[in-house]
């Protein structure tokens, strides 16, 4: 009975997915207990994150595609209300109003729209895929931007732009005009020197130490400078599991948060790291592969959509890092330690297997 109740529980489980990301999990176990400096709370606080996020990708798992469609309108209005409820009466936090305070713990609702907003695209778009027109696609992008709005007025650019990049890609798949995303971008591009004058101080900062970190070695460059030299210094094969100078030495900020993807690099090399792309390559590649098979419009526009946003997580970190973007505050995702991304993450996988594996998905 036992057995039986195994099986079904994981039926909707895809193995070769799940197998890359327990692969992925273990190497953040052995990355972030060396980025601690071999703490064992950190160690014990990391295997319980994973375990929750293991669990809410079974549960997720499960959902068949209509109860997820039904949740699609009440999580985008919940996500929205929430934020506004930010804006009004959230915690200042480092100058940044991102929290609220719930008494027994904090919660950051633009975690809920890194799901919420594709989901509430994938469903409008789903319902309308006979009719699509230019406005349905104008509601879509006004419902993006109605929580990216209050994101960046927090603000968080690095989440806003996450937030827009998962959008945009159930947009596009959706069919989005060339047309449209061609002129849109060079308009942004007229736009710039405006949006650089609203750009908080802090902002133009990150993107200048970008183009100089030097300019301010001690200060803002810091984390760039120091970074830069832990890539450079693990070489070919690295200086092996807990041997990292930059990490141990305390040079490196952030380390097992922002910035593992430095304390891999100087560990395990160049090899290292040419294995960690192919087995980020290997998830989203699998994950792209159930999206395609998924049986419904809403399917494929919403799996898609989160395996595509893992990858731009993964690069946006990656870029951070190495000092080819800004430092943005993304973390390396189901590598760096922290509870709230991993558990998003692994939900979100759970929700592109239950989208691949349920294969009648019944009108609502």
């Known amino acids: 009975m036992l057995v039986r109740f195994l099986k079904r529980l994981t039926a909707h489980l895809d193995l070769p ?29 990391n295997l319980s ?23 699609a309108l009440p999580a985008y209005t919940l996500g929205l209300l929430l934020l506004v409820a930010v804006a009004l009466f959230g915690d200042v936090v480092n100058g940044a109003r991102r929290w609220l305070d719930l008494g027994i713990t904090r919660l950051q609702p633009s975690e809920l729209m890194r799901l919420g907003a594709p989901l509430m695209l994938a469903w409008y778009l789903h319902y309308r895929q006979e009719t699509l027109s230019a ?20 603000p968080d650019l690095g989440t806003s732009l996450l937030i827009t990049a998962s959008g945009f890609f159930v947009l596009f798949l959706g069919g989005l005009s060339l ?5 849109s971008a060079a308009l942004l591009a007229a736009l710039a020197p405006l949006a650089w004058n609203l750009l908080h101080d802090y902002q133009r900062r990150r993107v200048l130490t970008m183009l100089d970190p030097t300019s301010d070695p001690l200060g803002a460059g810091y984390h760039i400078i120091q970074s830069t030299i832990a890539l450079g210094s693990g070489g070919v094969a690295g200086k092996g599991w807990m041997n990292g100078t930059q990490t141990h030495l305390e040079f490196l900020p952030e380390a097992s948060t922002d910035f593992i993807f430095a304390v891999f690099s100087e560990e395990f090399g160049l090899i290292g790291n040419l294995f960690l ?14 999206a395609a098979g998924a049986p419904s419009l809403f399917g494929r526009l919403l799996a898609a959509s989160i395996v595509l946003t893992f990858f731009t997580y993964a690069f946006v970190n990656m870029g951070m890092v190495s000092g080819i973007l800004p430092v943005v505050g993304v973390p ?12 998003t993450v692994m939900l979100g996988f759970g929700i592109v297997m239950s989208l691949a594996t ?7």
Do not use: C, E, W
């Not at 669990?55 to 209509?66: K, R, V």
């Not at 406005?135 to 927090?154: C, E, S, T």
């Not at 792309?277 to 159930?290: D, E, H, P, T, W």
């Open 277 to 290: 792309l192919l087995l980020f390559a290997a998830i989203v590649g699998r994950g792209l592969m159930l």
């Open 49 to 71: 994150n994973m375990g929750i996020a293991l669990a809410a990708m079974l549960l997720a798992s499960q959902i068949p595609p209509q109860r997820l469609m039904q949740f």
């Open 135 to 154: 406005r349905n696609y104008a509601v879509g992008i006004l419902l993006l931007l109605l929580p990216v709005g209050l994101i960046l007025r927090q």
């Open 179 to 183: 047309r449209f995303i061609l002129g």
């Open 358 to 364: 349920h294969k009648k998905l019944v009108k609502t």
């Open 332 to 343: 390396l995702p189901l590598v760096s330690y922290g509870g709230t991304s991993m558990l």
């Open 17 to 45: 997915l799940t197998g890359l990301l327990l692969v992925l999990l273990l190497l953040s176990l052995a990355l972030v207990y060396s980025a601690s400096g071999g703490s064992d709370a950190k160690l014990l606080a």
